[in-house]
Every structure is written in structure tokens, then in C-alpha cells.
């Protein structure tokens, strides 16, 4: 039941990214050092860890929507392959793995190394695209930026013409009133001054 199980999920409840040739060649080349025990325990557990960081930064870069991880993760993964490529030949060298399974793990990972430089240079050049998209809007931005300057100043320099240009001259009536509150008010400034002085005086004249 549970393996029944176990393989319906596998078949059916499936990421895009697992029907990718690369994801496919790199799951196998990990079962294939997992199952071939190699006899150096060494290469064995060096073949097995890079096997392994193969096939999950592949996991983890092959969905990923963002350039700066997909590289980071395809550099890895690109890493790990050619350090497994190094240890199962090292290890058929010396007698520790024998031909066919060392034959098969390199008919694997040539072209899982080809799919992942692929695709770390198409990320590459994704991102080098990038820097002049910003250019043109960062130019775009400030021509906009200048046109909006130049009309604020265009509109500032209208606003402080037009009051000199439609603000009509007051009446002589209109200047008559407000030069009649103006000396109202200095003369009564003028008497509460001097009115506040004679109380001084007094005060101090006072025994």
C-alpha cells in the first residue's frame, strides 16, 4: 500500500522543474554514486556529498525566479559536478570504482555540466541586460524630472508676474481710509505713551 502510495505522488504531483533533462540526469547520477559503494571511503563519502549538492542546488535554482540566485545555486551545482567528476575517476584510477558504473556517472554529468553552464550563462547574460534597462529609465526619469523643473519655474515665474500685471491700483478713497486708520492709530499709540509717562512722572514726584 505505502509504496503503491509512494509512486502515484511520484508520477502524478510533479514541479515543471522535475521534467527537466537536467534535474532527471542529475537525480540519477546521485543514485548511481549512492548505489555504487565505492571502495575508498573517502572518495566514497566525497563522491556521495557532491552527488548530492548537484542534484539539490539544482532544487533549489531551477524554480527560483530570482537571476542572483539561480546563478548562485547553478555555480554550485556546476562546482559539486566537476569535484564528482574528479572523485569517480580518481576512484576507478585506483581501483575503488569499478569501469561501468564510472563510465555511466560520466556519460551523465557531461551533459548535465553542458545544461547547467547553459543555463548559468543565460542567467548571466539576463542580468547583464539589466544595467542598461535601468540606464534607459534612470535617463527617462530625469528628462521627466527636468520638464517638471523647468515647468515649476515656468508656472512660479507667471505667478509672481500676473499680481504686478492684473492686481488693479487702489482707489484715492481706498488710500484716503487706510492713511486715516494709520494715523488714528499712531496717535492713539502716541497717547497711551505719553499718558503712560505722565503716570511715571507722578508717581515719582509723589512724597
Do not use: W
Not at 32 to 59: I, M, P, W, Y
Not at 82 to 111: K, Y
Amino acid at each position: 500500500m505505502a509504496l503503491t502510495h509512494i509512486i502515484a505522488v511520484e508520477v502524478e504531483a510533479r514541479f515543471p522543474f522535475q521534467s527537466l533533462d537536467v534535474y532527471v540526469a542529475a537525480r540519477e547520477l546521485a543514485a548511481l554514486v549512492h548505489g555504487a559503494r565505492l571502495a575508498d571511503a573517502e572518495l566514497r563519502d566525497q563522491a556521495t556529498r557532491a552527488a548530492k549538492s548537484v542534484f539539490l542546488n539544482l532544487c533549489e535554482g531551477l524554480p527560483s525566479d530570482s537571476g542572483p540566485m539561480r546563478r548562485k545555486h547553478f555555480a554550485l551545482a556546476n562546482g559539486s559536478l566537476h569535484e564528482l567528476v574528479g572523485a569517480l575517476d580518481l576512484a576507478c584510477a585506483i581501483g575503488a570504482l569499478a569501469a561501468d558504473p564510472a563510465r555511466r556517472a560520466q556519460q551523465l554529468a557531461v551533459p548535465s555540466g553542458v545544461s547547467i553552464a547553459t543555463r548559468r550563462e543565460a542567467s548571466c547574460a539576463t542580468s547583464a541586460a539589466l544595467p542598461a534597462l535601468a540606464s534607459q529609465q534612470s535617463a527617462a526619469i530625469s528628462t521627466a524630472a527636468a520638464a517638471s523643473v523647468a515647468s515649476a519655474r515656468a508656472t512660479a515665474k507667471a505667478r509672481a508676474l500676473s499680481p504686478r500685471v492684473t492686481r488693479p491700483a487702489p482707489s484715492a478713497q481706498l488710500r484716503q481710509a487706510l492713511f486715516a486708520e494709520r494715523s488714528a492709530s499712531s496717535r492713539s499709540f502716541a497717547s497711551r505713551t505719553e499718558a503712560r509717562r505722565t503716570a511715571s512722572r507722578s508717581s515719582t514726584a509723589t512724597p
